[in-house]
């Protein structure tokens, strides 16, 4: 009798199942890593955005704060879930631009009063890691 053993093969996976967070408060300190890490680009979601002058992956380049909520969730800066959507909305609600906050409930209208949060002259990465970390705290207490 013949004691080979066979050593089950492992395949490889696209991407880690527990990768990408599930939660909004999970999302919102994965956006926090990555801004933090690359930078917070104010304007379009990332800088040269057709690749013109970079041929650096838009994953990790500079990018605003609605750009690293969807590539939190998906990977890619530019693709939307439904998770990162929530997460745009529940930070929109939290935030105002001279002293209002989101005028309608549309994705893009939320999309653009958090870019124009985003956006405001002097805006730092360390205020915006603050606010997404912010964010993620105040959604855990109220789940």
Same mark, same amino acid.
């Given at each position: 009798? $013949?004691?080979?053993?066979?050593?089950?093969?492992?395949?490889?996976?696209?991407?880690?199942?527990?990768?990408? #967070?599930?939660?909004?408060?999970?999302?919102?300190?994965?956006?926090?890593?990555?801004?933090?890490?690359?930078? !917070?680009?104010?304007?379009?979601?990332?800088?040269?955005?057709?690749?013109?002058?970079?041929?650096? #992956?838009?994953? %990790?380049? #500079?990018?605003?704060?609605?750009?690293?909520?969807?590539?939190?969730? $998906?990977?890619?800066?530019?693709?939307?879930?439904?998770?990162?959507?929530?997460?745009?909305?529940?930070?929109? %609600?939290?935030?105002?631009?001279?002293?209002e906050g989101?005028?309608?409930?549309?994705?893009?209208?939320?999309? /653009? !009063?958090?870019?124009?949060?985003?956006?405001?002259?002097?805006?730092?990465?360390?205020?915006?890691v603050a606010?997404?970390?912010? /964010? /993620?705290?105040?959604?855990?207490?109220?789940?």
């Amino acid at each position: 009798m $013949s004691t080979v053993s066979q050593t089950p093969r492992v395949l490889p996976l696209p991407e880690a199942p527990v990768a990408r #967070p599930v939660t909004v408060p999970a999302v919102f300190r994965a956006a926090a890593r990555l801004i933090a890490a690359n930078g !917070h680009y104010q304007g379009d979601h990332v800088p040269d955005a057709f690749d013109r002058e970079m041929c650096v #992956p838009h994953f %990790l380049r #500079p990018m605003s704060i609605v750009a690293a909520l969807k590539c939190a969730t $998906s990977g890619d800066p530019h693709l939307t879930s439904l998770l990162a959507d929530e997460a745009i909305a529940v930070l929109a %609600l939290r935030l105002e631009v001279d002293g209002e906050g989101p005028l309608f409930g549309g994705i893009f209208d939320l999309e /653009a !009063h958090v870019d124009g949060w985003g956006d405001l002259e002097g805006r730092s990465v360390e205020s915006v890691v603050a606010v997404l970390e912010a /964010a /993620a705290d105040a959604n855990e207490v109220i789940r």
